[in-house]
């Protein structure tokens, strides 16, 4: 019993930490518009307002999810060198192109790491499944694989803050205009893929709107195609990949949003480390921060995601 509640409480610090730094963002600034921005809000929780981005009006919305504000400190302790664990099945965070060679946003965040840390670093490559297991063995040091943050993963991981978020977002046909706030959306079909999370937001959230599940995203895009729903709602990075190509640009379009309720929608990626590393944690959160405020996060982001999922 009392292993559970330390558990609990483990979790409910580490979101609150995430909370407190998307706050602090907000309020510090690094290039983000100050509290007398118009907030672009739609009466959803965990809708992302304009303060917790950047948008500069040639471009999509950029997220912040550190204060950047951290200056680099000469007492911290680190290693001559970082190995990074991954799998190479990941795509677009790390994949290998025709030429077998390794790419990906985390490969490049990884390497950016370690060039603002000043020390040597090398990914190697690991089945999904024997990543936790090849950490616990010294075979590296830190995990960017993605990991779900779960009371099991809490007993023998260290999370670094979040540095990217998969936020849910409505997608719409181009002919319609619909605000996405609780009361436009009564009565409305709404396609969700059937037992997700996005299901359950919704549910919650939107309980007069008519939802009608699929197996799968696909199905319930092309529904949206056929307009036999007004809209669809799932994971915002999916969906900017699907409005990229030949069917979703004909069709469909962003509509309100993102949303970024950790209580229902994705808590975001993070870096692993052994449980009770925290000189190389500090380390890692320390230079996490420092790429956010010197514009290396934007960088990555729009490299690798040129339409946006914010």
């Known amino acids: 019993m009392k292993a559970r509640l330390r558990t609990l409480l483990l979790i409910l610090a580490w979101a609150l930490a995430q909370s407190l730094n998307m706050q602090a ?37 950029v997220p912040a999810f550190s204060t950047g504000r951290i200056q680099r400190s000469s007492s911290l302790q680190l290693p ?4 990074f664990l991954a799998s190479d099945d990941f795509p677009p965070f790390v994949f290998r192109d025709s030429e077998q060679r390794l790419m990906g946003y985390n490969v490049d965040l990884a390497r950016a790491i370690c060039e603002e840390l000043e020390i040597a670093c090398s990914l190697r490559i690991k089945p999904f499944e024997k990543l936790k297991g090849a950490l616990a063995d010294f075979q590296g040091d830190v995990l960017i694989a993605g990991l779900p943050l779960t009371a099991e993963n809490l007993k023998i991981l260290e ?13 719409v046909g181009r002919d319609l205009a619909l605000p996405m706030e609780p009361r436009f959306l009564a009565g409305k079909k709404i396609g969700i893929v059937s037992g997700s999370r996005h299901e359950a937001y919704l549910e919650a959230n939107v309980p007069l709107a008519k939802l009608v599940g699929f197996q799968d995203p ?4 092309e529904a949206l195609a056929r307009k036999e729903v007004q809209a669809v709602f799932g994971d915002g990075l999916h969906m900017a990949f699907w409005l990229q190509s030949e069917a979703g640009r004909m069709c469909c ?10 209580t229902f929608l994705n808590q975001g ?5 052994r449980r009770g590393d925290k000189a190389l944690m500090t380390a890692l959160n320390q230079a ?3 790429l956010q405020l010197t514009g290396k996060m934007e960088e990555l982001y729009l490299r690798y995601f040129p339409v946006g999922f914010y």
């Open 159 to 171: 999370f670094s803050q979040v540095y990217l978020r998969f936020p849910g977002r409505f997608i």
């Open 253 to 262: 379009q962003f509509a309100g949003g993102p949303y970024l309720d950790p």
């Open 269 to 273: 990626l993070a870096l692993n480390t």
């Open 25 to 61: 963002a907000k309020a510090e600034g690094s290039g983000i518009p100050d509290e007398n921005t118009p907030a672009k809000t739609t009466g959803l929780p965990g809708t992302l307002s304009m303060a917790e981005g950047t948008l500069d009006g040639r471009g999509p919305l």
């Open 218 to 221: 696909n199905s319930a895009r």
């Open 288 to 290: 996490l921060s420092r």
């Open 80 to 83: 001559e060198k970082i190995e």
